[in-house]
Nanobody
Framework: VQLQASGGGLVQAGDSLRLSCAVS????????VGWFRQTPGKDREFVAA????????YLQDSVKGRFAISRDNAKNMVYLQMDRMKPEDTAVYYC????????????????????WGQGTQVTVSS
């Protein structure tokens, strides 16, 4: 299984950005996918997760109301829509995927993800 994250960049506070994650695993509906982020010297932190069925999502408290995770199972794609961005959102963002027996599972712990993308840099200036 390979993951390719894209969409990062430099934005100003208050702006929006959409990250994309292409996942090669099939059937894609059995892969729970999540977004994590990491800043220098800190552990990778959970941001958002979505079930294979696409109808169950979970967001970190600090991004609730600003970020949204979605997926298109027909295209093997997962998205992270980031609105009203803040300087503290600055990080390298990674997408992870892991097989789940149920399509209605979300995974919020990084160690439970078996496959990772290469990361995409997001920088929010104040």
């Amino acid at each position: 299984v390979q993951l390719q994250a894209s969409g990062g960049g430099l934005v100003q506070a208050g702006d929006s950005l959409r990250l994309s994650c292409a996942v090669s695993g099939r059937p894609f509906s059995h892969y729970a996918v999540g977004w994590f982020r990491q800043t220098p010297g800190k552990d990778r932190e959970f941001v958002a997760a979505i079930s294979g069925s696409a109808d169950i999502t979970y967001l970190q408290d600090s991004v609730k109301g600003r970020f949204a995770i979605s997926r298109d199972n027909a295209k093997n794609m997962v998205y992270l829509q980031m609105d009203r961005m803040k300087p503290e959102d600055t990080a390298v963002y990674y997408c992870g995927a892991t097989w789940t027996s149920s399509t209605r599972m979300t995974v919020t712990t990084g160690s439970q993800y078996k496959h990772w993308g290469q990361g995409t840099q997001v920088t929010v200036s104040s």
